[in-house]
């Protein structure tokens, strides 16, 4: 489980970093950043934020609505940001991923001193000391925090995305590589949010040149 001992190590005020959605077809990539002003959360969040991988559908939503109610109370400030499907082709998955977390730090309405941002991959020229952490998610409630508001944040633009785009399954699938969407490629093609760079969209459109 998640605690603040990794906050505690750091100086100032300190954000806690984690994306969504670079493993899949479409749709962009998504980072959160979550600073946790006050540690006096409500018990639901104290003994449910974990990774957000571990967690049903159903609790990450509960805990996202938790954390805005947190952040009306002035406990916690939050930042989203994405970069887009065509960013993702013209920077590599990497690069756009990075983007998207400096995009979301510049999104807090209170500027850390400090980033902790899950994995080991640290970003370049980033506005602010930053200190990567394996598995953060289940190690920082900070980094917990961030997870599960970029997990239901893609999911719930992923499911806008699936009435603009019927038939490819976004909204069961968040734009990963299921047989639905698949079966939709087949169907009716590629769409602006598909990430051209990717290999199963490049075998597609190969496959249908031929």
């Not at 559908?57 to 989203?80: M, S, W």
């Not at 900070?142 to 490819?168: H, W």
């Not at 760079?197 to 040149?209: G, N, R």
Request: net charge positive; charged share 25%.
């Amino acid at each position: 489980m998640p605690d603040f001992a990794w906050e505690d190590k750091q100086d100032g005020l300190v954000a806690g970093i984690d994306e969504a959605g670079r493993g899949p077809w479409a749709g962009p990539v998504v980072a959160g950043a979550v600073i946790i002003l006050d540690r006096r959360l409500d018990d639901f969040l104290l003994n449910a934020l974990d990774d957000s991988k571990k967690l049903t559908a159903k609790k990450r939503e509960q805990l996202y609505e938790h954390l805005r109610q947190a952040e009306v109370g002035g406990k916690v400030v939050i930042g989203i940001g994405e970069a887009s499907a065509k960013e993702i082709d013209a920077q590599n998955i990497l690069q756009a991923t990075f983007l998207a977390m400096r995009r979301a730090v510049a999104q807090l309405k209170v500027q850390p001193q400090c980033v902790l941002i899950d994995g080991n991959q640290n970003p370049k020229d980033f506005p602010c000391r930053s200190c990567t952490l394996v598995k953060g998610d289940a190690r920082s409630y900070s980094i917990a925090a961030a997870s599960i508001v970029a997990k239901v944040y893609r999911d719930r633009l992923m499911g806008k995305l699936a009435e603009r785009y019927p038939g490819y399954g976004f909204e069961k699938n968040a734009g990963y590589g299921t047989a639905a969407h698949m079966a939709g490629l087949k169907s009716y093609g590629v769409t602006p949010e598909h990430r051209l760079s990717y290999k199963p969209v490049q075998k597609f459109l190969f496959e249908q040149a031929v």
